[in-house]
């Protein structure tokens, strides 16, 4: 199992970028697949993307295509997520996973809180 520590969330405007953070402890990080997902206020959670052990393949739900960009690296057992022209609706507890496939998230964060304002 990895455990998991987001950080980096806080109050952003419309427009403006946050980038969150979540460290990984455990020896299974290096070869997991590691996600991020959110819950807006009132809704269910919802992936935003994943991105592959070697960080080689990423992907993304529709609605952040283009405006998030999730990276890793696995010296610093570390994934970011840049959050850039973020929108009120990005609004939610963001959340890190990992597991050994993106169909399989085993370990979750506590997650981290992100506010944007328009």
């Known amino acids: 199992q990895v455990q998991l520590v987001e950080s980096g969330g806080g109050l952003a405007v419309a427009g403006g970028s946050l980038r969150l953070s979540c460290a990984a402890s455990?020896?299974?990080?290096?070869?997991?697949?590691m996600g991020w997902f959110r819950q807006g206020p009132g809704k269910e959670r919802e992936f935003v993307g994943a991105i592959a052990w070697n960080g080689g393949n990423t992907n993304y739900a529709d609605s952040v295509k283009g405006r998030f960009t999730i990276s890793r690296d696995n010296a610093k057992n570390t994934i970011y997520l840049q959050m850039n022209s973020l929108k009120p609706e990005d609004t939610a507890v963001y959340y890190c996973?990992?597991?050994?496939?993106?169909?399989?998230?085993?370990?979750w964060g506590q997650g981290t809180q992100v506010t944007v304002s328009s």
């Open positions: 996973a990992a597991g050994p496939g993106v169909a399989s998230f085993q370990s």
């Open positions: 455990g020896r299974t990080f290096s070869t997991s697949v």
